[in-house]
């Protein structure tokens, strides 16, 4: 009984042989084409996955990165307020310490201005010319004094050095102590 069906069925498949080929050829391709399809979606879903998970990362680190940022910048402008605030009093001391040399060598300057804050406040450096001239700090008495009395010690600077050399270099037989 198992036989003679066999035998039937191998009559029929021997007349269909080809379409049967045709089919498991198209059946296999269909198979092969959809492994194919879910291994490369497979790869992308993966990638897409890896990418996601590098932005969240990447964000991450943004967000301490900007953290750091603003710290710093707040750091920045808390430094820069003491600075403006040592400024200020650098420039009251100036101004005391000038009141007193004023008052110790009775200086008369109709010209003389406390100094205010000399900090830039625009990035601007042009110096106008008329500014720099009515800002005078000490009188014009004052200032050929100082000049005069530079160039003296300018002198007696020279002709120290100028005798100092010449003691040296000639051996005159002058012990020098020098301190």
Do not use: W
């Not at 059946?27 to 092969?32: Q, T």
């Not at 492994?35 to 590098?54: C, D, G, R, T």
């Amino acid at each position: 009984m198992f036989g003679s069906i066999l035998t039937k069925l191998t009559g029929v498949v021997s007349g269909a042989t080809p379409y049967i080929y045709a089919i498991v050829f198209a059946i296999g391709l269909a198979l092969g084409g959809t492994a194919a399809y879910k291994i490369e979606h497979s790869k992308v879903l993966s990638m897409q996955l890896s990418i996601a998970n590098q932005k969240i990362e990447a964000a991450k680190i943004l967000a301490i990165e900007t953290q750091k940022v603003a710290e710093a910048e707040k750091q920045t402008r808390l430094k820069n307020q003491e600075l403006d605030k040592a400024n200020e009093q650098s420039i009251a001391t100036i101004n005391a310490y000038h009141d007193k040399l004023a008052a110790a060598l009775r200086l008369r300057d109709p010209n003389y201005k406390h100094s205010v804050n000399t900090l830039p406040t625009n990035t601007n450096t042009n110096v106008n010319s008329e500014d720099e001239k009515t800002s005078g700090i000490i009188s014009a008495e004052l200032a050929r004094l100082l000049q005069s009395e530079a160039l003296r010690a300018d002198k007696i600077t020279v002709d120290y050095n100028t005798l100092l050399e010449f003691v040296i270099n000639n051996n005159c037989g002058i012990q020098l102590i020098i301190k």
